[in-house]
């Protein structure tokens, strides 16, 4: 008789957590029972670009740049290319799930974009140096044989021509972040121009503020 009594205790604390915690599940974009604040959209369509560069500071923060700063290259950072966006609103029934993980731990926010470009792809990134930065590559050159892309969260760092080949998804991330792999040593006066080309045929383009790199 004990172990009935066991077994259908057992049984019942199965059967709730296995109809308890989907109830409890946090919705990312259609729930308030995270307390999230709303989103504009979870898409977002590429309308421009604009750039900054950043210096390290330590091993977990940077720094914006101003324009004519010197820094050493081993504490550059990288130019941030921020893409310029409007967000898509994108309408889903949320679908219920289960997890045994406690429901503090399945409670999480979204972000305007999280879900990144509805239509578009990176086709192209040119780097154009305004400078001359080495014996070969004079001003007006392109450079991009020298520069790293920085991977965001799980991506790894690669060279921009390795990047744009094995880039064929619709573009993840509001921006991306451009590394060139050496200190100039014909003008330490690093200025360039990015073209961006999407698949969709749009073009844009912006010339980074003047730096020093020593």
């Known amino acids: 008789m004990q172990n009935l009594k066991k077994s259908i205790r057992v049984r019942v604390l199965v059967l709730g957590l296995v109809i308890g915690l989907p ?4 919705s ?4 308030d029972d995270c307390n999230c604040s709303p989103i504009t959209g979870s898409y977002f369509d590429i309308k421009g670009m604009e750039m900054s560069n950043y210096r390290k500071i330590d091993e977990n923060s940077v720094k914006r740049m101003l324009e004519n700063e010197a820094v050493p290259y081993s504490e550059y950072e990288g130019l941030s290319v921020e893409y310029q966006v409007d967000y898509i609103s994108h309408r889903s029934h949320a679908q219920p799930s289960f997890s045994m993980i406690n429901s503090a731990y399945a409670c999480s926010c979204v972000y305007d974009g999280y879900a990144g470009s509805k239509n578009e792809k990176l086709a192209n990134i040119s780097v154009i140096t305004l400078n001359d930065f080495d014996e070969n590559h004079k001003a007006n050159d392109t450079i991009n044989d020298l520069i790293i892309v920085k991977g965001y969260y ?3 760092n690669e060279y921009l021509h390795d990047y744009l080949i094995k880039d064929t998804t619709n573009i993840k991330f509001q921006g991306i972040q451009l590394l060139v792999d050496r200190k100039p040593t014909l003008n330490e006066n690093y200025k360039v121009k990015v073209v961006v080309e999407l698949s969709t045929g749009e073009i844009y383009q912006d010339v980074s503020e003047s730096i020093i790199i020593r």
């Not at 109830?23 to 946090?26: G, I, K, N, S, T």
């Open 23 to 26: 109830l409890q599940m946090c």
């Open 28 to 31: 990312p974009e259609a729930s």
């Open 154 to 156: 799980f991506q790894e």
